[in-house]
């Protein structure tokens, strides 16, 4: 048993401060209290908040940040397609060795600034000439093994990819994606499942590239395969899709999905940012959730989610970092907010006019909806029985010296930057401390080392 001491922790019913924390030899919490034990292990000085689910990754694009912040000779304008364009250049590299180093270091990032999950919507599966690897499932267990070396939950879903655009076959540039048929993808999703039922830090979920990446029929056969896995897809992210899925469903993609196969509380649907009020209503009423993704939205030129308004219906929603551009949540809290600030020449606009606190009401949002992306439950943000997992903000930072608590969560969204997280716990043990990640040198060169090869 171990026995910790922090300055505070946030719980649902506000601050604990001074807190007192017991974790049992794997990193469990038995007892959270205000009032000390007879020994302290370990005295902490920072306060701790729940550790943060990044509820949408692609670990390879990793690589190429900053290699697309310009416009080559002859192409013209800039848009998301063209952008998709060079990212299959770079998909076109990848090796499984360079996944797992590329992967390693976005995780062990992903730890010092906040996150502690990752869910990983991974489609980078077959070889650089489109063939399964002799063990189906290689590039899987590459990102679960970097999640592993970096300390990191992770809950893996990978996602079928047959079709190159709406009633559309395979295409060569996208073949390293692909499965065959939904057959060859259960089998493969309950072959993941089989092999790592024992670990508990890491969970399986399915979903779907995007609707434009199956058939009407396939896309039924998914979403209605386990309700008790998280199921997640792309969905609406930019107007060409729309207005694709309009003249080849005769419907947008929301209405068409919501209209046509069994989305319940288990699907997660990332970006949805072109929705229609009567979209926005049926995402809500069939208790979905919204992944949204503000810096990759942002540098893709996708638009912006309507949050203020979906809040306002009591939808649910949390937050990714995707091509990962930027590797802040808080930073993607405050795009995503203050997006709508400006549009709307409002503030505080998550709370459309209500009384309460902007930076309770997001957090809440972030990691409990966050967990049940990531196929996770829980009732409050640290409890008996779950594993020890904070993220800890450093007491010495110039703003977090208030004498009450009182504004002490909104000044760790809004006011720090991330120089104020000083660390991790992962299931009782340190991660990050004092800023740095316990494993960063190995981390890094072989990173540096894959990074020359990417270009």
Known sequence: MKNWK???????????????????????????SNESPAVLDEVVNGYAIAS???????????????????????????????????????????????????????????TRVGYGHVVEFHYLRNDQSGKYYDNPNEMSDRLISAAKKAGIKITLVPVYYRCSGFGKGPSYAQRRFQFSSTEDYFKHIESLKSQYKDDTGVDIGLGLHSMRAASSEEIKEIIAYNKELPCHLHISEQMQEVNACVEHFGARPVEWLTNETEVGSNCHLV????????????????????????????????????????????GRWCIGSDSHITLNPFEEVRLLDYGQRMA????????????????????????????????????????????????????????????????????IIYGLDIGAINGQISSGKWVVKSGHHTNKEEILNAFSKALCDIH
């Open 6 to 32: 922090f300055k505070g922790i946030y719980l649902k019913k506000g601050w604990v401060s001074p807190a007192y924390i017991s974790t049992d030899e794997s990193g469990k919490i038995i007892a959270i």
């Open 52 to 110: 943060i689910t990044n509820a949408h990754s692609h670990a390879f694009q990793y690589g190429m940040v900053g290699l697309t912040e310009n416009i080559p000779k002859g192409q013209g304008g800039d848009n998301f397609w063209s952008w998709r364009d060079r990212m299959y250049r770079i998909a076109d590299q990848i090796t499984p060795e360079q996944t797992e180093a590329i992967a390693t270091m976005l995780y062990a990032e992903m």
């Open 271 to 314: 970006h949805s940012t072109h929705i229609t009020e009567s979209e926005m209503s049926a995402i809500i009423k069939a208790n979905a959730n919204v992944v949204v993704c503000p810096t990759t939205e942002g540098n893709l030129g996708d638009g912006f989610f309507p949050i203020a308004e979906y809040i306002n219906n009591g």
């Open 344 to 411: 709307k020449q409002q503030r505080n606009v998550f709370l459309n006019a209500k009384a309460g606190d902007s930076a309770a009401l997001a957090f809440e949002a972030v990691i409990d909806n966050g967990r049940m992306a990531a196929g996770k439950q829980t009732q409050d943000y640290f409890e008996v029985g779950s594993d020890l997992d904070a993220v800890i903000v450093d007491a010495n930072s110039p703003l977090m010296g208030r004498a009450s608590d009182e504004g002490r969560l909104a000044t």
